[in-house]
């Protein structure tokens, strides 16, 4: 009997009738994936870019989380041809591409997971988990609906281009980097400065007039309700490494305070 794959991204924005909140997945630990797969979440992040995560750890972590509800979403660590063809052949079926600043490199993107003759993905679902080892009926004929594509605006540069990036063909969504946006502006680290976040809101008017989902990273509540107000149709508000990073310091905090207040650093 053929074998049926997860509903993408894309249909899940498009089915939810409010906007999807997810976390990062930063640890590259199959078991804290798992853990947070059964949180109720939306979505996952599994980050490639600035995680020690390699092929071997994210295949873990898609197989632990395959159990749960939550849609895996796995984040390249470059727009490169070569990578997003391994994580696609692996059973990514939604990719977040960063520092995408223009229309042709979100082309390059669109190529990048699609079969020829409309692409230039490699050919190898019977290798693959992809296609479940040709399990998935017709895959090939129909690998363009179970891949979904989001690309990452993180650049003063891409901010201004968000219109025609949104409007290519291919593209399932647009999400805003605020770090990396804040670091563009000359202001590393302030990435709730009100320059950004006015910067994160002309993206998204120009990304939403193309008709196009957009979503952002925002860990700060309010700044979240305000870009949720604003037409986020999805969102991260969280991380697994902070969560745990956080959590750790109020237990340290509580039970083993430091003489001074001062804990040496490591």
Known sequence: MPLQLAATFRERIAQSARPLAGMWVCSGSPLVA???????????????????NGLESTLAQLQAVAAYPTTPVVRAPVGDVVTVKQLLDLGA???????????????????AVR???????????????????NRVDDYLGAADAHVSLYVQIETVAG?????????????????????????????????????VEAAVMRTFDAVRA????VGVNAFDP???????GAGASFILVGADVAL?????EGLAARYAPVEGGERESY
Not at 163 to 189: E, R
Not at 210 to 213: D, E, W
Not at 244 to 248: D, E, I, P, Q, T
């Open 115 to 133: 079969y020829p003759p409309r692409g230039v993905r490699g050919v190898g679902s019977a290798l693959a988990r992809a296609a479940r080892w």
């Open 210 to 213: 193309a008709g196009t989902p």
């Open 34 to 52: 798992e853990i947070c797969a059964g949180a109720g979440l939306d979505w996952l992040l599994i980050d490639t870019e600035h995680s020690p």
């Open 222 to 228: 309010e700044l979240a309700d305000r870009y949720l």
């Open 159 to 195: 901010v201004e281009a968000a219109a025609d990036i949104a409007a290519v063909d291919g593209i399932d969504g647009v999400f805003v980097g605020p770090s990396d946006l804040a670091a563009s502006m000359g202001l590393l680290g302030q990435q709730t400065h009100p320059d």
């Open 93 to 111: 079926q939604n990719l977040l591409i960063p520092m995408v600043s223009t229309a042709d490199q979100a082309r390059e993107m669109v190529a």
């Open 244 to 248: 745990l990073a956080r959590g750790s």
